[in-house]
């Protein structure tokens, strides 16, 4: 029997950015899968919700089954397996982290948070996704990866609130409760993604029962930039169909 999987999105995708990876897991026997619309976004737009919220709103959506999550989706599935440990059997987290450590930085970022906040409000959602985009962190994907017409179909009052309610700014860190993971836990990186694969080797050290993968030939967004390595590397990773 094919293991159900739980795919939860980054900010300002929708669940139809995980359509290609879906179909690449689906041809290596993975066939049970589900992809959520988490608050802000896509059909989930006028939902708002923090990080504890929003795991809420994944795991009634999801279901008992492994969590794959990418970035802020990555976030949102780490809060529901501290949440939801009897629903989060095991955990995928792509370029993901547990929080912001210090009080300083973490107060920044809210103010940054904000600042984009206000940036989407005042000049929509197609001129803030080309700015978004436009981030050296996206530097990796081009013009069909970057999935720009599915962006798009969110909203400017649920991506103000996303970001307000389950930014990085928003969230406190939950380093010190890694240890409480029992489930196996995967992580990947991209490898010109530093930032993020030093907070990978973090969280694999924290982390009881975990795999850290890097993925060659990718930034950020390791599953729209090498779909292939990375359906590959779940594949190999979850239990045999």
Same mark, same amino acid.
């Given at each position: 029997m094919?293991?159900?999987?739980?795919?939860?999105?980054g900010?300002t995708?929708?669940?139809r +950015?995980w &359509?290609? @990876?879906?179909?690449l897991l689906? &041809? /290596?026997g993975?066939?049970?899968s589900v992809?959520?619309d988490l608050?802000?976004?896509? +059909?989930?737009?006028?939902?708002a919700h923090d990080?504890?919220?929003s =795991?809420? /709103?994944?795991?009634?959506?999801?279901g *008992?089954g492994?969590y794959?999550?990418y +970035?802020?989706g990555?976030?949102v599935?780490?809060h %529901?397996a501290? #949440?939801h440990? &009897?629903a989060?059997e095991? @955990?995928?987290?792509?370029?993901?982290?547990?929080?912001?450590?210090?009080?300083?930085?973490?107060? %920044?970022?809210?103010d940054?948070?904000?600042? @984009?906040? /206000?940036?989407?409000?005042?000049?929509g959602v197609?001129?803030?996704v080309?700015?978004?985009?436009?981030?050296p962190?996206?530097a990796?994907?081009?013009e069909?990866r970057?999935q720009?017409?599915?962006?798009h179909?969110?909203?400017?009052?649920?991506?103000?609130a996303?970001?307000?309610? #389950?930014g990085?700014g928003?969230?406190?860190?939950?380093?010190?409760?890694?240890?409480?993971?029992?489930?196996?836990?995967l992580?990947? *990186?991209g490898e010109f &993604? +530093?930032?993020?694969?030093a907070? $990978? $080797?973090?969280?694999a050290?924290?982390?009881p029962d975990?795999?850290?993968r890097?993925?060659?030939? =990718?930034?950020?967004? *390791?599953?729209?930039?090498?779909?292939?390595?990375?359906?590959?590397?779940?594949a190999?990773w @979850?239990?045999a169909?």
């Open positions: 094919s293991p159900h999987v739980v795919f939860a999105h900010f995708q929708t669940s +950015s &359509d290609q @990876l879906r179909q689906a &041809d /290596h993975v066939t049970d992809a959520v608050p802000g976004h896509g +059909s989930a737009a006028a939902v990080l504890w919220g =795991a809420d /709103h994944l795991v009634d959506a999801g *008992v492994t794959v999550g +970035s802020m990555g976030r599935a780490l %529901a501290l #949440a440990p &009897d989060v095991r @955990l995928v987290l792509i370029g993901a982290t547990a929080g912001i450590d210090d009080p300083d930085e973490r107060a %920044a970022r809210v940054s948070d904000e600042l @984009l906040a /206000h940036r989407i409000e005042s000049i197609e001129d803030f080309s700015e978004w985009l436009a981030s962190m996206f990796g994907l081009d069909p970057a720009r017409a599915d962006r179909r969110n909203t400017v009052d649920g991506l103000a996303s970001l307000r309610r #389950a990085a928003a969230q406190e860190p939950v380093w010190h409760r890694l240890g409480e993971l029992a489930m196996p836990v992580i990947l *990186v &993604d +530093s930032k993020f694969r907070i $990978g $080797g973090r969280l050290d924290a982390i975990v795999q850290l890097v993925i060659a030939g =990718a930034g950020h967004s *390791v599953h729209l930039e090498q779909p292939e390595t990375t359906a590959q590397a779940l190999d @979850l239990p169909a």
